[in-house]
């Protein structure tokens, strides 16, 4: 059984509407994080979220991009004003501490038209 | 922000053959690190951790050189099923992200 889900599978939006990214953890974890792989180039890291905070942040993660856990559980990437480069899969990671390995959900293709 | 480098690949061997990849990190203060294998458009998953004495799992073994920031991966007796990318992953001291590098490609033909 996989250690988190995330929905949709696949989001097609047109350039300019907001998305949001929803990651369930099925296990109790503590750390979560949010990457992106681009087609064809390596997996990048976007954001860690530890005690309901932002603990990291990379250089990616601009004002465009805002995260939240809103109900306990659910933890969402919500991305405005989108634009045709931010397609890409993007995966949610969850650990039971920040130096444990992480595991990841199956990504979110997004696709923005 | 620091880099993880690994060989540009692709390798293609054929089955039962020994294959090695190698990774180097430019953080001198990381303190975990990991492999993943990433199968064409799904999500990376965990291979195994790396750890200062080497480990090994089965027909993979990983070997850990902090003096010269140096990762491998051995996979022997090669199979089909392990045609994918591997990725050597490197947590960052600073924070708490993972820093992944481009990864190596492996097709293991008939």
């Known amino acids: 059984e996989p250690e988190v889900t995330q929905t949709p599978s696949h989001q097609v939006t047109q350039m300019g509407q907001e998305v949001i990214l929803r990651c369930v953890p099925i296990?109790?974890?503590?750390?979560f994080y949010w990457y992106r792989q681009i087609l064809g180039q390596k997996v990048e890291f976007l954001v860690s979220?530890?005690?309901?905070?932002?603990?990291?942040k990379s250089e990616i993660f601009d004002d465009q991009f805002s995260v939240e856990r809103p109900d306990g559980s659910n933890f969402t990437l919500k991305i405005r004003s989108t634009k045709l480069e931010d397609s890409a899969m993007y995966f949610c990671?969850?650990?039971?501490?920040?130096?444990?390995?992480?595991?990841f959900g199956d990504g979110t293709r997004l696709s923005i038209l | 922000r620091k880099e993880v480098e690994q060989d540009p690949g692709p390798f293609n061997v054929p089955e039962g053959a020994t294959v090695a990849f190698n990774c180097t990190y430019s953080?001198?203060?990381?303190?975990?690190f990991f492999w993943y294998r990433q199968d064409c458009r799904k999500e990376p998953k965990l291979l195994m951790s790396?750890?200062?004495s080497g480990n090994e799992d089965g027909r993979f073994t990983a070997q850990l050189n902090r003096a010269s920031q140096y990762i491998s991966l051995l996979i022997r007796d090669s199979k089909l099923s392990d045609s994918a990318t591997y990725l050597c992953?490197?947590?960052?001291?600073?924070?708490?992200?993972?820093?992944f590098g481009p990864g190596t490609r492996l097709s293991v033909l008939p």
């Open positions: 990671a969850v650990s039971g501490t920040n130096n444990q390995p992480q595991h």
């Open positions: 296990s109790n974890h503590l750390y």
């Open positions: 979220f530890y005690n309901n905070e932002i603990s990291e």
């Open positions: 953080n001198s203060a990381s303190q975990s």
């Open positions: 790396v750890y200062s």
């Open positions: 992953v490197v947590l960052d001291n600073y924070g708490q992200n993972f820093v």
